[in-house]
């Protein structure tokens, strides 16, 4: 069942028809102004790829994430933290993006966290991170 937009040349409007079959495909008249499908030309739509889990994770252990990383420079900290924050979209934490701009703005990771201890883990996860307890935070 094909999508197609096309744009009125007469009103500059954009439109959006859909077609029960490849075969109905047809010109419309515009929907805004009435003009003739002669007057109508036919767009390239935006698409969106999905992606498995699978596929998001090849993503983030490639090398070339790392590559502009300056560990010492809060700023590209922030910025590759932001480019992980687009690979695992709705996997991360409500306050991830409050943590990037804090980050951003020079504040050490012992300021982040909200509870003010500055722990080893600065509050970045609900448990901590135990590097002996295998995961974060967990008694296992």
Same mark, same amino acid.
């Given at each position: 069942m094909p999508v197609y937009e096309y744009r009125c040349t007469a009103c500059t409007r954009?439109?959006? =028809?859909?077609f029960r079959s490849f075969a109905s495909v047809t010109t419309p008249a515009c929907p805004?102004?009435?003009?003739?499908p002669e007057q109508m030309s036919?767009?390239?739509s935006k698409f969106a790829v999905l992606r498995g889990d699978e596929a998001r994770l090849d993503a983030l252990s490639d090398?070339?994430?790392?590559?502009?990383v300056d560990e010492n420079d809060p700023r590209s900290v922030a910025k590759?933290?932001?480019?992980?924050?687009? =690979?695992?979209g709705d996997d991360l934490p409500s306050d991830y993006g409050e943590m990037v701009e804090q980050i951003e703005a020079g504040e050490g990771l012992g300021d982040i966290g909200g509870d003010g201890s500055? $722990?080893?883990d600065g509050g970045m996860?609900? $448990? $901590?991170f135990s590097p002996s307890g295998g995961a974060f935070g967990g008694d296992d």
């Open positions: 954009r439109s959006t =028809h859909f805004h102004c009435q003009a003739a036919k767009l390239v090398p070339s994430m790392f590559a502009d590759w933290a932001r480019k992980l924050g687009q =690979h695992l500055g $722990g080893d996860f609900d $448990g $901590g």
